[in-house]
């Protein structure tokens, strides 16, 4: 049977959440999300980032966070700012599009923003009421290109948003991912006070579904709760996403989760790098794009699913690997083996 590295959520969940799940299966609580696990895991959760007047929602995937966030957030005339590799431009299938916003594309190689790219774009919509109005800069962490971003870039995204009014948003979806990278110096304290909304990925690092949307600006808190509702993202079992951030929150669980995952790939980064290969982006998180041969990517295929990312040439392929929290020693290793025989 082959080993998957095409994502990280091929497996179901951590064991101490099906535990959790279990254990308090048939004591009923509130629906909706008032349940006593949901409004504990969001204290937990504001006390990890130091932030009381947070406001925090679950909802059940990355997509549905990213529609209602941006929908909810902006007006009918306001648009994003996304980088081109941005998940809600690649693959969401113009979800944000299709709730009336448009989202503004800009080419960076890493996956990054930063406020040299954003000036062009605020520069070139000057022409109200005729154009489109950017308000909001939605970035990922890691990005989808496994890139992060550090603590001063992040700092210098914030204020270049504050001095031109806009609102930054950050895609959790692997955050964990991005924080425990052995580079990084952000924290999730100062995540949270650097974005005006940003959230916390369960689907990738443990959880069966969920993602946690934290609000940290005031002024976009009120009525949020109308906008989860309409969408259709309100679940009446809120209890199922509660107990799962519990869980991931407890002891710190997400982030050993993310950390282990990241610490596979870098194995399979370390080895490759040793052997001369090249990377299409320099990551330290749990993708890693590197640069091989198409004979290699044949043999490497009959043990393990991956995507062929790009193209480099008619000899040579980037490939993309995801390893995931309970990405197994023998499964990197196995890699690696091949790694060794065939470079």
């Given at each position: 049977m082959k080993f998957s590295f095409k994502n990280d959520y091929s497996e179901g969940c951590h064991p101490n959440i099906l535990q959790a799940l279990l254990q308090y299966n048939l004591?009923?609580?509130?629906?909706?999300?008032?349940?006593?696990?949901?409004?504990?895991?969001?204290?937990?959760?504001?006390?990890?980032?130091?932030?009381?007047?947070?406001?925090?929602?679950?909802?059940s995937?990355?997509?549905?966070?990213?529609?209602?966030?941006?929908?909810?957030?902006?007006?009918?005339?306001?648009?994003?700012?996304?980088?081109?590799?941005?998940?809600?431009?690649?693959?969401?299938?113009?979800?944000?599009?299709?709730?009336?916003?448009?989202?503004?594309?800009?080419?960076?190689?890493?996956?990054?923003?930063?406020?040299?790219?954003?000036?062009?774009?605020?520069?070139?919509?000057?022409?109200?009421?005729?154009?489109?109005m950017p308000k909001m800069v939605y970035i990922s962490n890691s990005t989808e290109l496994g890139t992060i971003y550090l603590a001063q870039e992040l700092e210098e995204l914030s204020q270049f948003c504050k001095q031109n009014k806009l609102y930054l948003f950050m895609d959790g979806a692997r955050l964990g991912h991005g924080l425990t990278a052995e580079i990084s110096d952000l924290t999730l304290e100062k995540v949270a006070e650097l974005t005006d909304i940003f959230y916390l990925g369960g689907t990738k690092n443990g959880a069966l579904i969920g993602e946690a949307i934290v609000i940290n600006n005031p002024s976009l808190q009120e009525d949020f709760a109308f906008n989860i509702k309409q969408k259709g993202a309100l679940l009446a079992k809120g209890r199922v996403l509660g107990i799962q951030f519990l869980e991931l929150m407890k002891n710190d669980l997400y982030f050993d989760l993310a950390r282990n995952a990241n610490?596979?790939?870098?194995?399979?980064?370390?080895?490759?790098?040793?052997?001369?290969?090249?990377?299409?982006?320099?990551?330290?998180?749990?993708?890693?794009?590197?640069i091989v041969s198409n004979d290699l990517i044949q043999v490497l295929s009959e043990s393990f699913e991956f995507y062929v990312w790009k193209k480099v040439n008619e000899e040579f392929s980037a490939i993309r690997l995801i390893t995931s929290w309970s990405t197994s020693d023998d499964a990197v290793n196995r890699f690696i083996d091949i790694i060794n025989e065939k470079l």
């Open positions: 004591n009923q609580q509130a629906g909706y999300g008032e349940d006593e696990y949901s409004l504990q895991a969001k204290e937990l959760i504001k006390t990890k980032i130091n932030k009381t007047d947070s406001e925090i929602y679950f909802v995937g990355g997509t549905q966070a990213n529609l209602i966030v941006i929908s909810s957030v902006l007006k009918p005339y306001q648009c994003a700012v996304s980088a081109s590799t941005g998940h809600i431009l690649n693959n969401e299938t113009g979800a944000i599009e299709a709730t009336g916003h448009k989202v503004l594309s800009i080419e960076t190689e890493d996956g990054k923003l930063r406020p040299s790219d954003i000036v062009p774009v605020l520069e070139s919509h000057k022409n109200a009421p005729h154009q489109v610490q596979q790939a870098m194995k399979i980064k370390n080895t490759l790098q040793e052997k001369g290969v090249k990377f299409l982006s320099d990551t330290y998180t749990n993708q890693i794009f590197p």
